[in-house]
Nanobody, 124 residues
Framework: QVQLVESGGGLVQAGGSLRLSCATS????????MGWYRQAPGKEREFVAS???????WYEDSVRGRFTIFRDNAKSTLSLQMNSVKPEDTAVYYC??????????????????WGQGTQVTVSS
């Protein structure tokens, strides 16, 4: 079955950088669009970024220009480079797979597959 395993979360100071990774198995990586979502305490899970099968990317407005999503088809890995982080970026970050991500953001309720999440905490 499809398995997504996130890593790379942790504590970082505001203005710093962090790189998240999502290792995948159980799917032909290059055939699937993928994305990152996040969920802060007391808030709904929200779209952060996605990468289509062909490498097109989309970003939520508050992270555009600071975060970059990468997909490495040879390693079946999705990454999220987070630069200039802010305290409001604090959340659990989830890797996601859904065919509709090929065209941009998808409501979290519609996503087919999720990882277990990795905590990112940004201190001020």
């Amino acid at each position: 079955q499809v398995q997504l395993v996130e890593s790379g979360g942790g504590l970082v100071q505001a203005g710093g950088s962090l790189r998240l990774s999502c290792a995948t198995s159980g799917l032909t990586f290059g055939n699937y669009p993928m994305g990152w979502y996040r969920q802060a305490p007391g808030k709904e899970r929200e779209f952060v970024a996605s990468a289509s099968r062909g490498g097109s990317t989309w970003y939520e407005d508050s992270v555009r220009g600071r975060f970059t999503i990468f997909r490495d088809n040879a390693k079946s890995t999705l990454s999220l480079q987070m630069n200039s982080v802010k305290p409001e970026d604090t959340a659990v970050y989830y890797c996601a797979v859904d065919q509709a991500l090929n065209w941009g953001a998808v409501p979290a309720s519609a996503v087919d597959y999720w990882g277990q999440g990795t905590q990112v905490t940004v201190s001020s």
